[in-house]
Nanobody, 118 residues
Framework: QVELMESGGGLVQAGGSLKLSCAAS????????MGWYRQPPGKQRELVAT???????NYAGVPKGRFTISKDNVGNTVYLQINNLQPEDTAIYYC????????????WGQGTQVTVSS
């Protein structure tokens, strides 16, 4: 079992920045990736970025220049830096952690609200 706790969301003006954090606890040794998803109002949840245990990152459908995923050296905290926030970035941001390959699984955090005002 892996538990995830997000923090760092809030209300910001367009052009501002936020850094989201997600701390994992529990059977951390069982995961080989962590990532961020987001769900805009009235839309489906979508992948933002992932990072695996080797530090390889993957960005999906977001401008990499504004979004940066990283993790701490211990590997149990993942971050999402978002710069030059735009109103279309308004969403609930969910942290995810899991394992791909043999016996895959995924755990989710509760989500943190990011609201960008124009």
């Amino acid at each position: 079992q892996v538990e995830l706790m997000e923090s760092g969301g809030g209300l910001v003006q367009a052009g501002g920045s936020l850094k989201l954090s997600c701390a994992a606890s529990g059977k951390i040794s069982s995961i080989n990736f962590m990532g961020w998803y987001r769900q805009p109002p009235g839309k489906q949840r979508e992948l933002v970025a992932t990072i695996n245990n080797e530090g390889v990152t993957n960005y999906a459908g977001v401008p990499k220049g504004r979004f940066t995923i990283s993790k701490d050296n211990v590997g149990n905290t993942v971050y999402l830096q978002i710069n030059n926030l735009q109103p279309e970035d308004t969403a609930i941001y969910y942290c995810a952690a899991g394992k791909y390959g043999t016996a895959p699984f995924m755990s989710w955090g509760q989500g943190t609200q990011v609201t960008v005002s124009s």
